[in-house]
């Protein structure tokens, strides 16, 4: 069988083409020099001659129209084009769609790729939180995560406030992903829509302790809960400052859905 992923330089693409089963026949498909809302003939052909689609090509931090494209509309471009083929579509969403007090680009713009979209009997939607990888047991800094790896790193103090506890998150390692990908391909009916988070709830502090122990830095805890209302305001600003940034880079999703 063969199976088009598209995004296949990216992390979760990446990961699907080393390490699904050898009975699939991968076609690694990258669009970086494409414009996204007017594919080549012979781009579609080639993308379209396999059985199974899987879209995990995204832009974390939207900026170019191509990107916003990409994010927003790209799945129902995928979708009209495939009105004539009639192949299975998996297209990899975000918990965050279902958070309505979600406001950054990313969250919005994959919100708004699913909107006006019926049910189609060819496509699935895969809504993730954060997905990582391990090995032995080991966080690997791969994805969203080697940002928080990167950002720790830069830090030059041996020591980093940190707040307690933050957002709670659902993360589910990319094989288990892969996995659930692969009972999709088998199917012969696509489910609508899927809310795949992981059975292990983590805070953003106890993920961001994990990290700075491979970095051989020292978390400091601030249970802001007693503390901040006795701290002074140029403290608090600092802190919500850096925690901001945190979240922002890691996009974690802080689901609950099952």
Same mark, same amino acid.
């Given at each position: 069988?063969?199976?088009?992923?598209?995004?296949?330089?990216?992390?979760?693409?990446?990961?699907?083409?080393?390490?699904?089963?050898?009975?699939?026949?991968?076609?690694?498909?990258?669009? !970086?020099?494409?414009?996204?809302?007017?594919?080549?003939?012979?781009?579609? &052909?080639?993308?379209?001659?396999?059985?199974?689609?899987?879209?995990?090509?995204?832009?974390?931090?939207?900026?170019?129209?191509?990107? *916003? *494209?990409?994010?927003?509309?790209?799945?129902?471009?995928?979708?009209?084009?495939?009105?004539?083929? &009639?192949?299975?579509?998996?297209?990899?969403?975000?918990?965050?769609?279902?958070?309505?007090?979600?406001?950054?680009?990313?969250?919005?713009?994959?919100?708004?790729?699913?909107?006006?979209?019926?049910?189609?009997?060819?496509?699935?939607?895969?809504?993730?939180? =954060?997905?990582?990888?391990?090995?032995?047991?080991?966080?690997?800094?791969?994805?969203?995560?080697?940002? =928080?790896?990167?950002?720790?790193?830069?830090? !030059?103090?041996?020591?980093?406030?940190?707040?307690?506890?933050?957002?709670?998150?659902?993360?589910?390692?990319?094989?288990?992903?892969?996995?659930?990908?692969?009972?999709?391909?088998?199917?012969?009916?696509?489910?609508?829509?899927?809310?795949?988070?992981?059975? &292990?709830?983590?805070?953003?502090?106890?993920?961001?302790?994990?990290?700075?122990?491979? !970095?051989?830095?020292?978390?400091?805890?601030?249970?802001? !809960?007693?503390?901040?209302?006795?701290?002074?305001?140029?403290?608090?600003?600092?802190?919500?400052?850096?925690?901001?940034?945190?979240?922002?880079?890691?996009?974690?999703?802080?689901?609950?859905?099952?």
């Amino acid at each position: 069988m063969k199976i088009s992923i598209i995004g296949a330089s990216g992390f979760i693409g990446k990961y699907l083409s080393k390490n699904m089963p050898k009975k699939f026949t991968i076609k690694k498909i990258s669009l !970086r020099n494409e414009d996204l809302s007017d594919l080549k003939k012979k781009t579609i &052909k080639y993308i379209f001659s396999s059985k199974v689609i899987i879209n995990c090509a995204a832009s974390l931090y939207p900026k170019t129209s191509n990107d *916003f *494209f990409l994010n927003e509309n790209f799945l129902k471009y995928l979708l009209n084009i495939n009105k004539r083929y &009639k192949k299975k579509i998996i297209h990899l969403s975000s918990i965050n769609t279902l958070i309505t007090d979600r406001i950054d680009r990313y969250s919005l713009t994959k919100k708004y790729s699913e909107s006006g979209i019926e049910n189609n009997k060819n496509l699935t939607i895969i809504r993730l939180p =954060l997905v990582i990888e391990r090995k032995k047991g080991i966080l690997l800094p791969k994805g969203n995560v080697s940002k =928080l790896f990167s950002y720790l790193k830069k830090v !030059r103090l041996p020591i980093y406030p940190m707040i307690y506890p933050g957002h709670i998150y659902q993360p589910i390692e990319i094989g288990i992903l892969r996995n659930r990908i692969i009972k999709i391909i088998k199917k012969n009916k696509n489910t609508n829509a899927i809310n795949l988070v992981g059975d &292990k709830k983590i805070s953003l502090y106890n993920l961001f302790e994990e990290i700075s122990d491979l !970095r051989k830095k020292k978390i400091i805890k601030i249970d802001l !809960r007693c503390l901040y209302k006795f701290l002074p305001f140029f403290i608090k600003n600092f802190i919500k400052k850096q925690n901001n940034f945190i979240q922002q880079i890691s996009s974690i999703d802080h689901s609950r859905f099952k």
